[in-house]
């Protein structure tokens, strides 16, 4: 047993001191963009959306529970069947029907995105906020390098050569994407890191 | 590509979201700003500090959302004597005073005070500052001594000895007042 413990779990007992709301909102701005990188759904958004049908859902949930597994091995093996099958389901239609018109059947409005249920397949947004999105009138992307910062990360060996210096740099490449039609503005952030090796002379 | 990109980030900014910095800053951001306090000459300096090392890390590698607050640590403590190098050392010594005036700043004032809290929190003040800053990380910080010592660019052994050297001081500091809570526990 720890001899401290007791003192360990007394001092845990002392909070230290929150950073202020000022101090907050001032790491707000400094991080700009970069702090948007990475965000979450809300949880009341989340609850508001199961919490629709309160009575239903007690009794709902644990039949899908203990049903999830079979349901998704059946749906996998059917979206399968349907996979393999299509190309000959095509060969027996396509005579039936005008070269032309068989065209447009086989390509659907908007197969990349709408599936045969009607869902869209980014999560929160409807399949008809989905379709209005306007694909048109998107400027060319401008491209940005934001040097973030440079590390020297001191002398390395390098086998059968003379040994080196080591630089990182770390780079943000930022896309802005920019529709005047609807005045959207779209930022996107990559980070990058480059290792630059610059040669040293023994004497 | 250059559709789809701008469409998913449509979406995303469509969704109410919150961005994650802020519940991670929400967890970590009270024990960073202790250790800062501790490595810097005023508060005014330390949140200065946990600006820079915060947003340093978040730019590198909060796009994946989660960053180990250890990286967060070391990055102050860097920053700490980058800046301690390049001030007068009068000033420092002014500032230290200051910083002394200011140690009941580094807890939560709305806790309940009382005699033996005040007594344990002096002799943490009290403590060498190179114990101090162990004890911080780990009682704190909840850093194991591996972190510690890679934090403070120590060895293992080091960490896990200030460590001790810290805890053995303050109970010998007020004993007499440790004695309580194991009496409560025993009935």
Same mark, same amino acid.
């Given at each position: 047993?720890?001899?401290? $413990?007791?003192?360990?779990?007394?001092? /845990? %007992?002392?909070?230290?001191?929150?950073?202020?709301?000022?101090?907050?909102s001032?790491?707000?701005?400094?991080?700009?963009?970069?702090?948007?990188?990475?965000? /979450?759904?809300?949880?009341?958004?989340?609850?508001?959306? @199961?919490?629709?049908?309160p =009575?239903?859902?007690?009794?709902?949930? &644990?039949?899908?529970r #203990?049903? @999830?597994?079979?349901? %998704?091995?059946?749906?996998?093996?059917?979206?399968?069947?349907?996979y393999?099958? !299509?190309?000959?389901?095509?060969?027996?239609? @396509?005579? =039936?029907? %005008?070269? %032309?018109?068989?065209?447009?059947?086989?390509?659907?409005?908007?197969?990349?995105?709408?599936d045969?249920?009607?869902l869209s397949?980014?999560?929160?947004?409807?399949?008809?906020?989905?379709? =209005?999105?306007?694909?048109?009138?998107?400027?060319? &992307?401008?491209v940005? $390098?934001?040097?973030?910062?440079?590390?020297?990360?001191?002398?390395?060996?390098? &086998?059968?050569s003379s040994? #080196? /210096?080591? +630089?990182?740099?770390? +780079?943000?490449?930022?896309t802005?994407?920019?529709n005047? $039609?609807?005045? @959207?503005?779209?930022?996107?952030?990559? &980070? /990058?890191?480059?290792v630059?090796?610059?040669?040293?002379?023994? !004497? | 590509?250059?559709?789809?990109?701008?469409?998913?980030?449509?979406?995303?900014?469509?969704?109410?979201t919150?961005?994650?910095?802020?519940?991670?800053?929400?967890?970590?951001?009270a024990?960073?700003?202790?250790?800062?306090?501790?490595?810097?000459r005023n508060?005014a300096?330390?949140?200065?500090l946990?600006?820079e090392a915060?947003?340093?890390?978040?730019?590198? *590698?909060?796009?994946?959302?989660?960053?180990?607050?250890?990286?967060? *640590?070391?990055?102050?403590?860097?920053?700490a004597i980058?800046w301690?190098?390049?001030?007068?050392?009068?000033?420092i010594?002014e500032d230290?005073?200051?910083?002394?005036?200011e140690?009941?700043?580094?807890?939560?004032?709305?806790?309940?005070?009382?005699?033996?809290?005040?007594?344990?929190?002096?002799a943490?003040?009290?403590?060498?500052?190179?114990?101090?800053?162990v004890?911080?990380?780990?009682?704190?910080?909840?850093?194991?001594?591996?972190?510690?010592?890679?934090?403070?660019?120590?060895?293992?052994?080091t960490?896990?000895?200030? *460590?001790? *050297?810290?805890?053995?001081?303050?109970?010998?500091s007020?004993?007499?007042l440790?004695?309580?809570?194991?009496?409560?526990?025993?009935?």
């Amino acid at each position: 047993m720890n001899e401290f $413990e007791e003192l360990e779990k007394e001092l /845990r %007992s002392f909070p230290p001191a929150k950073p202020s709301e000022a101090f907050e909102s001032r790491l707000e701005k400094a991080l700009g963009e970069s702090g948007n990188l990475a965000v /979450r759904r809300l949880p009341e958004l989340e609850e508001e959306a @199961t919490s629709r049908l309160p =009575a239903e859902r007690g009794k709902v949930v &644990p039949f899908l529970r #203990a049903f @999830t597994f079979p349901i %998704s091995a059946v749906a996998a093996l059917v979206a399968l069947a349907l996979y393999v099958a !299509y190309p000959v389901f095509q060969k027996k239609t @396509t005579p =039936a029907v %005008s070269p %032309s018109l068989a065209s447009e059947q086989s390509l659907p409005a908007k197969p990349e995105f709408v599936d045969e249920e009607g869902l869209s397949p980014l999560h929160g947004v409807s399949a008809a906020e989905f379709a =209005a999105m306007s694909e048109s009138g998107w400027s060319d &992307p401008q491209v940005k $390098e934001i040097l973030v910062d440079v590390s020297d990360e001191g002398i390395i060996d390098r &086998p059968g050569s003379s040994p #080196a /210096r080591q +630089y990182r740099y770390r +780079y943000l490449d930022e896309t802005i994407w920019r529709n005047p $039609e609807t005045n @959207t503005l779209m930022r996107s952030s990559v &980070p /990058r890191q480059e290792v630059v090796l610059i040669g040293l002379e023994l !004497y | 590509m250059s559709l789809t990109l701008p469409k998913i980030l449509l979406s995303i900014n469509a969704m109410h979201t919150e961005p994650i910095w802020k519940s991670w800053f929400a967890r970590h951001g009270a024990k960073l700003l202790m250790f800062a306090r501790q490595q810097a000459r005023n508060s005014a300096d330390a949140e200065d500090l946990l600006q820079e090392a915060f947003v340093r890390m978040w730019r590198l *590698y909060g796009h994946t959302g989660e960053v180990p607050p250890g990286l967060v *640590y070391r990055a102050i403590r860097r920053l700490a004597i980058d800046w301690a190098r390049s001030l007068d050392r009068r000033v420092i010594r002014e500032d230290n005073v200051a910083a002394d005036m200011e140690k009941n700043a580094w807890f939560d004032r709305s806790m309940e005070r009382n005699e033996r809290r005040d007594a344990l929190l002096e002799a943490v003040h009290l403590l060498p500052s190179e114990q101090k800053e162990v004890l911080t990380l780990k009682i704190w910080g909840e850093q194991t001594f591996d972190e510690i010592a890679k934090t403070l660019g120590i060895s293992l052994n080091t960490a896990a000895s200030r *460590y001790r *050297y810290a805890m053995s001081k303050l109970k010998k500091s007020v004993p007499e007042l440790l004695s309580e809570p194991r009496g409560e526990d025993s009935k």
